[in-house]
T-cell receptor
Framework: EDQVTQSPEALRLQEGESSSLNCSYTVSGLRGLFWYRQDPGKGPEFLFTLYSAGEEKEKERLKATLTKKESFLHITAPKPEDSATYLCAVQADRDDKIIFGKGTRLHILP | GAGVSQSPRYKVTKRGQDVALRCDPISGHVSLYWYRQALGQGPEFLTYFNYEAQQDKSGLPNDRFSAERPEGSISTLTIQRTEQRDSAMYRC????????????????FGPGTRLTVT
């Protein structure tokens, strides 16, 4: 069964304190791994798609990396406006269903 | 341009009533997904459409749930004989590319419909 596990469930950081969020996945044939950001009361907002191990993508203070078993979302020198829930999702190559993890709630303290 | 819209934003209904939730995707988007999201959880896949064809409905909890997209644009998720356990946020998302062909699956999510069954 396809599965996505995110850790930690919640993370509190001081402004400027870099860290990483983890997404471990089990899928038979990965078509793509996705990272989304979700603010309270809103729908998820797309950040990145990664397709193969070794791939990296960056956007402002965020960098996503992918291995054969997990993905990391690195946050460098975060600011309070980076506070949100970060969701990881995978899509298998045998169908188009997208499986989301439970997310990591990130809180950046000023 | 306009994003994905959903209506109603909030729906309170009595147990046993039927409800219809509407999703209006971004114009021209081929794919449309329905999700259910519980508080503190990630979105849970329900079903998806490619144009007007329902491609996968394996995530629908039971036969009280159905969805349609007759003209390949607006979609309706219908829940018959609602139960309290159906209370949740229902979200839809649309994507420009057709699944299975493109390599880029960015989904644009709507604001959701908060369903409360009393």
């Amino acid at each position: 069964e396809d599965q996505v596990t995110q850790s930690p469930e919640a993370l509190r950081l001081q402004e400027g304190e870099s860290s990483s969020l983890n997404c471990s996945y089990t899928v038979s044939g990965l078509r793509g791994l996705f990272w989304y950001r979700q603010d309270p009361g809103k729908g998820p907002e797309f950040l990145f798609t990664l397709y193969s191990a070794g791939e990296e993508k960056e956007k402002e203070r965020l960098k996503a990396t992918l291995t054969k078993k997990e993905s990391f979302l690195h946050i460098t020198a975060p600011k309070p406006e980076d506070s949100a829930t970060y969701l990881c999702a995978v899509q298998a190559d045998r169908d188009d269903k997208i499986i989301f993890g439970k997310g990591t709630r990130l809180h950046i303290l000023p | 341009g306009a994003g994905v819209s959903q209506s109603p934003r909030y729906k309170v209904t009595k147990r046993g009533q039927d409800v219809a939730l509407r999703c209006d995707p971004i114009s021209g988007h081929v794919s449309l997904y329905w999700y259910r999201q519980a508080l503190g959880q990630g979105p849970e896949f329900l079903t998806y459409f490619n144009y007007e064809a329902q491609q996968d409905k394996s995530g629908l909890p039971n036969d009280r749930f159905s969805a349609e997209r007759p003209e390949g644009s607006i979609s309706t998720l219908t829940i018959q004989r609602t139960e309290q356990r159906d209370s949740a946020m229902y979200r839809c998302a649309s994507s420009q590319e057709s699944p299975g062909t493109a390599s880029y699956y960015e989904q644009y999510f709507g604001p959701g419909t908060r369903l409360t069954v009393t």
